[in-house]
């Protein structure tokens, strides 16, 4: 469980489609972003049993509640979560059925690819893969990041 700081606004755009009418405000309400979030985190397939999202609008707060099974679902739902242009903070109060050591987490800065970030964090450029693999299914292709957005960086 943890409270983790994400850079408000610089996040993806959320395209997760909910079941709201296409006549929506300009400014989504909270209850909508939270709606949002839970499709988003449901069409990336990570696997989370009771999962329950509120979005407090005040604070930019996303609070997630549910069962997962390992640490690496729990905090790629935290990410999913975090790198979305609403979000400034995420109150992760998910829980796991086996617990393991946390990632770090590492904040994407200009001029950044996956090998350089390797390359600080294993000493090697080539192992820029487990950190692709470490972030599936919220990374597309090695070369989908981003300043700003949040990443998991394996043991």
Not at 17 to 30: F, I, V
Not at 143 to 149: F, T
Request: charged residues 25%; proline residues 6%; aromatic residues 6%.
């Amino acid at each position: 469980m943890g409270l983790f700081d994400f850079v408000k606004g610089i996040g993806k755009k959320n395209q997760a489609k909910t079941e709201k009418p296409a006549a929506t405000p300009a400014e989504p309400t909270a209850q909508e972003i939270a709606n949002q979030l839970l499709a988003h985190i449901k069409s990336l397939g990570l696997p989370v049993e009771g999962l329950v999202v509120n979005y407090n609008s005040t604070s930019d707060l996303a609070t997630i509640q549910g069962k997962v099974k390992s640490q690496a679902d729990k905090e790629k739902i935290v990410l999913a979560v975090g790198n979305i242009d609403h979000v400034a903070k995420v109150d992760d109060q998910m829980t796991v059925e086996t617990p393991a050591p946390e990632s770090k987490f590492y904040t994407v800065k200009s001029g950044d690819n996956l090998s350089k970030i390797s390359k600080e964090y294993y000493g090697d450029p080539n192992q820029y893969n487990k950190i692709f693999e470490a972030n599936k299914p919220l990374l597309k292709n090695a070369d989908d990041i981003y300043p700003g957005q949040v990443l998991r960086i394996p043991q």
